[in-house]
Structures are given as structure tokens and as C-alpha cells.
DNA sequence: AGTTCACAAATGATATCACATATGCTAGAT
DNA sequence: ATCTAGCATATGTGATATCATTTGTGAACT
């Protein structure tokens, strides 16, 4: 098991690199569903004891991202057409909530950021870098959330994009096919004009075809359906 | 500090032991906002070593129940009113949206079962037993959504109880000055009627008069407004 | 060849120890 | 009396050791 490293300022504890290494890796796909991990295995893997990283492990598991088996295992957990259809249907619920709770805050300084996010996921496209096409999209729907200074739903947006992130690279191949338009345009535009029903139409548009129609396809034509 | 103690079974774990006593005590409003935790207290009331209380710690810190600070203390957050009422309208759009999507899977044996838990709450409220009140309510919400086979946005509201906990006391005992109706029949009809649009009616009001209103009043009265 | 049992290796869980940092208290100076 | 410096204590973090349980392997048996 390879878990890229990442960058860390120095006070951070072991136990916090160690989660968002996991984290990280766990969100862009690196990570396969049903792979099996090992507390020791992990810890060599990182060159540190077990202990650090039996707590970034809890940690996951109590966000979902890794799975505790009865026989206190743990695994990635595997996905099924119904689980998958649920967490693409959660994360639009949660998303919306959130974009239609930011916009009141909105600044155009943010508005600026994102797009230049948006720009340099236009690039990252291009160069078919699609790990960073991946963080670069989450960052776009983070930061805008985030503006609403009382937020808090962004950790339960994470952890649903953790949830689908072992089965991010199976679908960020196919998502030249079904994502036709660039919802991003979409959702800068309805923020330019503070129009509250453009954002959230956009905002569910962009999720449902960023990953339902291309996750469905790679489901249907592999996996277990219930 | 005193945690209750929980009932197990046999096989259960230490950490897990600690995780469900903490969860228990903070979701009910045991431990106020803003106290002060420490691992080896918490460990000394239990009588374990500080390894398990730090993995049931953390997990509570990755669902936002105890917050670490930036000395590396935790503590219980503090409650304000902007953050009371994102959490408050958090809760409604999850609830609603999980109790739309259970409402194709549900039986007549657990609205039977659902029915019973809202008897007993009666009793609980006849009787002044708030906490058990609290935990009865959470059951009655979690069993609903929990019909659902593919069910993946209980633990997102789990979270959302676990950080309206610790203001559950203050709260709760205002109740009855605004809980007039009672919520639950109305949801306990429109699931018998197989209604959506009533269910997700009913489940926003029963969310709203059980804790928006009263909470709102006591926050004005106690707390900053930021 | 396949099955089962026994033993070895791997793994998870927890306590303990060592170390670094943060906190709190006391004594001295102003 | 108040502030500050310094030291003792408390606390968080991580490594290590120990034990119980699980997994894996190989030999004996059918």
C-alpha cells in the first residue's frame, strides 16, 4: 500500500498527517473499494507506530470513509447501486442546502476565486489530470459553502464525498461522455446575479451529471445491485 | 466529571465502550457547552488507560461533538445563535430528505413499532423524564429513517443531534411552552396515509417547535449573537 | 485430492513509559 | 499589591510491550 505523502506545517501532530494522507488518498481514489487495511501495515507503510494510526483510522471509520468488520478488520467499504444512488441523492440534498445558505454572504472577492478555480480546472481537463480535476472541483464547492460564517455543513458534505471518493477514478474517466455542459459556467453565473433558483438548479445539475451518470454506467456494468 | 455507565454486551470494546458513554452523554446534554476535557480525566472516571478514551475522543472530534483546540485541549463548543440555527435548518433538510426516502420502504409492523415509541414518549413527558424523553425522540426519528436499505444519512444527522446535545437540556425544558401540537401523530398519520408531502410537513414542524423555537429563546436570553 | 486439526504468524486492543509542551503556582522584584 | 521569572505539575503525543483473537499454513488423516 502507497499512501502519497503531503505537505504539512510543522506543528501538526502524527495522528493528523496520518488522517489526511488517508483522507486525501481516500477522496481522489487512490484507495480501491473492498481493499483491506491493516493497522501495522499502515503504520510501516508511513514509518510510524500503530498508535497515531489506529486514531486517524477511528476517525475515518466514524466519517464512514473506512469500515470496522465484526472481526475488527477494516476494509474500504465496497459499493452497491443502491448505496451509490443514495449518496449522490444526499450530497445534492446537502449541497443545495449549502449553496442557498452561502449566498447571502457572497463577496464578489469569492466570486473571483472561484473562478479562477473553475480556470484552472479547465487546464487540469485538458492535461487529462483528472486526481487534480477531482480536489479542484471539491475545493470550488468548499469554498463556497465555507463563506457562510456560521457553516455547518461542510463536514457532512466531506464525508459524503469521501464516501464516494474509492469510486472517483472509476468515474472521473467516463466524465468527458455525460458532462456536456460546464454547470461551473453555471453556478458562477446564477452567483454573479445572486439568483438564489439558478444556484441550486445549477448546483444539482452539476453533481448529478459530475457523477450519477457516469457512476451509474460503471455500476450497472460491474457491480452487485443491491 | 461523570459519565454514566452504558450497558454492553460482552464483546464490545474499550474504546467503543467509551465512544458510546461519550456519545450518550453529550447527545442528552449531560456535559454542558464549553467544558473542559481532559484524556486522563476522562480516563480515571472510567478506569481505563488514556489509549482507548483518545480513539473514542477523536472519533467524537471527526463528528464535531468535541472540538480540539488549538493547544491540543478539547473542549465541549460553545453554542451561538448563528451556529443554533444552521444547525437547526441543517437538521430539517436532512431529516426531510431521509424521511422521503424512507417512506417507500416502510412496513405496517414499524409504524406499529413507531407508535409504541411515541406511547412511551407520553409517559416519559407525564413523567418529567426529559432525558429519557430526548433519547425516545432520537429513537423514534432514527427508526424511521433506518427503514431504508441503502440509508446513508443517519450517521450526517447523528452528528447534527451530537452537536444540538449539549444545549438539549436547556432546551427541552422550555418544550412545553411551545410544543403545542403534537408532531409526531401528524407524522405517525402521514405515514399510515403513505403522504410525502404531509410526512415532510410534519417532520419539519415536529424539528422547528421541538427545538427552534425554544432554543432560539434561550440562546437571546444567555448567549453572544455571533 | 480434499478435509481437518494443530501450530505458527499476524493482527487488534490496551497499558505503560518516555518525552515535549502547556499550565499553574510560588517567590522575588518593583 | 502587582507583575514577572522560574519551577513543579499536568497534559497530550507517540513508541513499545503484552495479551487475546484471528488468520494462515502445513501435516496427518480419510
New binding site residues.
Given amino acids: 500500500m502507497n499512501i502519497p505523502e503531503l505537505p504539512v506545517d510543522a506543528d501538526t ?3 493528523e498527517s496520518v488522517y489526511a494522507r488517508l483522507r486525501h488518498a481516500i477522496m481522489v481514489g487512490t484507495i480501491e473499494p473492498g481493499t483491506n ?5 499502515l503504520a510501516d507503510a508511513m514509518g ?5 494510526v ?2 486517524a483510522v477511528r476517525r475515518l471509520s466514524s466519517e464512514n470513509a473506512i469500515e470496522i468488520l465484526p ?4 476494509a474500504i467499504p465496497e459499493m452497491t447501486l443502491g448505496r451509490f444512488e443514495e449518496l449522490v441523492a444526499l450530497r445534492i440534498t446537502l449541497e443545495v442546502h449549502a449553496a442557498e445558505r452561502s449566498l447571502p454572504y457572497l463577496s464578489d472577492h469569492v466570486i473571483e476565486k472561484l473562478q479562477q478555480l473553475d480556470d484552472e480546472m479547465d487546464i487540469a481537463l485538458s492535461e487529462e489530470n483528472l486526481d487534480k480535476l477531482t480536489i479542484l472541483n471539491l475545493k470550488f464547492h468548499r469554498m463556497l459553502y465555507s463563506v457562510n460564517p456560521n457553516q455547518v455543513s461542510v463536514p457532512a458534505i466531506e464525508s459524503v464525498w469521501l464516501q464516494l471518493g474509492p469510486f472517483q477514478r472509476q468515474v472521473v474517466k467516463r466524465v468527458k461522455e455525460f458532462y456536456k455542459i460546464d454547470r461551473h459556467k453555471e453556478i458562477l453565473t446564477a452567483l454573479r446575479a445572486r439568483d438564489v433558483a439558478a444556484l441550486m438548479n445549477a448546483t444539482e445539475s452539476d453533481i448529478r451529471e459530475g457523477s450519477s451518470r457516469s457512476g451509474r454506467r460503471v455500476l450497472t456494468e460491474n457491480l452487485p445491485t443491491t
Fill in positions: 501532530t502524527d495522528q487495511l491493516t493497522m501495522r501495515g510510524l507506530s500503530p498508535t497515531p489506529r486514531e472481526n475488527r478488520r477494516m
